[in-house]
T-cell receptor
Framework: GAVVSQHPSRVICKSGTSVKIECRSL??????MFWYRQFPKQSLMLMAT?????????EQGVEKDKFLINHASLTLSTLTVTSAHPEDSSFYIC??????????FGPGTRLTVL | AQSVAQPEDQVNVAEGNPLTVKCTYS??????LFWYVQYPNRGLQFLLK??????LVKGSYGFEAEFNKSQTSFHLKKPSALVSDSALYFC???????????FGKGTKLSVKP
């Protein structure tokens, strides 16, 4: 399968700071990137979808000004959590789309906001 | 709306016994169905998928799943469970408005020696 990396794997930050999460598809080009988050003991919920070179589409209830997504290239997408608060603590997972029925997943980033 | 249901929060199985993790779906049109496994603090690992063709799909680590259109089910199975199979299992269907996957709530599988 494809190789997808996320950095950092784990981050702890103070409330009010911003955190950037990078997602790289190492051996294929992804025109579409999904960002999911997973709260403890819950399933993955789609936050936003980004296509390379265009603005991201956010799911209902996800603030676009708080969760900034940049999909500058076919191998790199970033999610920035701005002015993070404790309720933003979650597991964030990127998912580059490899084809019509093929989606890969990054290893995830555990964000803890104190 | 597309949806996936995993009716069991947890499944307990003795090592060596067969296991089944249940999944039912609700989609319009032909479903693309997936199973993923997640170990603690890790991302999702792909197990198998059904797109078309044979109803019995074989995947990674000895897992298989059977697509049943009449029952709208896609149960995950393994003939002989291993302790190392203990993890969280997610059933998913491709059908979100963005072409994304819609996940079930997950089933925790516990295999005891």
């Amino acid at each position: 399968g494809a190789v997808v990396s996320q950095h950092p794997s784990r981050v702890i930050c103070k409330s009010g700071t911003s955190v950037k999460i990078e997602c790289r598809s190492l051996d294929f080009q992804a025109t579409t990137m999904f960002w999911y988050r997973q709260f403890p003991k819950q399933s993955l919920m789609l936050m936003a979808t980004s296509n390379e070179g265009s603005k991201a589409t956010y799911e209902q209830g996800v603030e676009k000004d708080k969760f900034l997504i940049n999909h500058a290239s076919l191998t790199l997408s970033t999610l920035t959590v701005t002015s993070a608060h404790p309720e933003d603590s979650s597991f964030y997972i990127c998912s580059p789309r490899g084809g019509p029925d093929t989606q890969y997943f990054g290893p995830g980033t555990r964000l803890t906001v104190l | 709306a597309q949806s996936v249901a995993q009716p069991e929060d947890q499944v307990n199985v003795a090592e060596g016994n067969p296991l089944t993790v249940k999944c039912t779906y609700s989609v319009s049109g032909n479903p693309y169905l997936f199973w993923y496994v997640q170990y603690p603090n890790r991302g999702l690992q792909f197990l198998l998928k059904y797109i078309t063709g044979d109803n019995l799909v074989k995947g990674s680590y000895g897992f298989e799943a059977e697509f049943n259109k009449s029952q709208t089910s896609f149960h995950l199975k393994k003939p002989s469970a291993l302790v190392s199979d203990s993890a969280l299992y997610f059933c998913a269907v491709e059908g979100g408005s963005q072409g994304n996957l819609i996940f079930g709530k997950g089933t925790k599988l516990s295999v005891k020696p």
